[in-house]
């Protein structure tokens, strides 16, 4: 498979604790975005990379928020301290430069209970 | 930033019946306008995306306009199919990081 790939794909967890979520883009993209997406609405944009480098954050990512692309491939979201109000499906997506079409993982869903 | 509103929430229309959806956004700015399908609990799909130098362009049953002074642009679907089925989402935005809108959800009865 060729896509992009996220893993997991679902995530349930309590209320204050850590939750870390991974995507692997499509081989050779250059951009990766994180995206979250609740019932009922678009995705909402959270950051994107530029190879390793993160260029722009949302502020809807708070500082319980973070992301990470070390080597330029794949990339990490790390949620601290998780409230409720997290739970959403987390979405990635790549693409292969900033004008070319952004291509959606499978999204891991996070229940925080 | 940007804000994007689209309409109808929900449309219901019979196979072979066309199919529009409308969506307006405020940022002047922003040149690269995305359509994306979304089926039952899979990922969104780029169906056709359409940059701000172009006011029109079509893919078969799908065709998208777009209007920069009234900061407005639709999705239009021709003979729609059952399979055509979907929540679709709008999108706006510059340096192509998009805003989304709130989606519509397309149910075509067969």
């Known amino acids: 498979d060729t896509g992009v790939s996220q893993d997991p794909r679902h995530k349930i967890t309590k209320r204050g604790q850590n939750v870390t979520f991974r995507c692997d883009p499509i081989?050779?993209?250059?951009?990766l975005y994180w995206y979250r997406q609740t019932l009922g609405q678009g995705p909402e944009f959270l950051t994107y990379?530029?190879?390793?480098?993160?260029?722009?954050k949302s502020r809807l990512l708070s500082d319980r928020f973070s992301a990470e692309r070390p080597k330029g491939s794949f990339s990490t979201l790390e949620i601290q301290r998780t409230e409720q109000g997290d739970s959403a499906m987390y979405l990635c997506?790549?693409?292969?430069?900033?004008?070319?079409?952004?291509?959606f993982g499978p999204g891991t869903r996070l229940t925080v209970l | 930033g940007e804000n994007v509103e689209q309409h109808p929430s929900t449309l219901s229309v019979q196979e072979g019946d066309s199919a529009v959806i409308k969506c307006t956004y405020s940022?002047?700015?922003?040149?690269?306008f995305p359509w994306y399908k979304q089926e039952l609990g899979k990922r969104p799909q780029l169906i056709i995306d359409?940059?701000?130098?172009?006011g029109e362009k079509k893919d078969q049953r799908i065709a998208v306009t777009l209007n920069k002074t009234a900061k407005h642009f639709s999705l239009h679907i021709t003979e729609t199919q059952p399979e055509d089925s979907a929540v679709y989402f709008c999108?706006?935005?510059?340096?192509?990081?998009?805003?989304f809108g709130r989606g519509t959800s397309l149910i075509v009865h067969p």
């Open positions: 997506a790549s693409s292969l430069t900033e004008r070319d079409t952004q291509y």
């Open positions: 081989s050779e993209h250059n951009r």
């Open positions: 990379f530029q190879n390793e480098a993160q260029l722009e």
């Open positions: 940022d002047s700015a922003s040149n690269y």
């Open positions: 359409i940059r701000s130098n172009v």
């Open positions: 999108a706006a935005g510059g340096s192509y990081i998009p805003t």
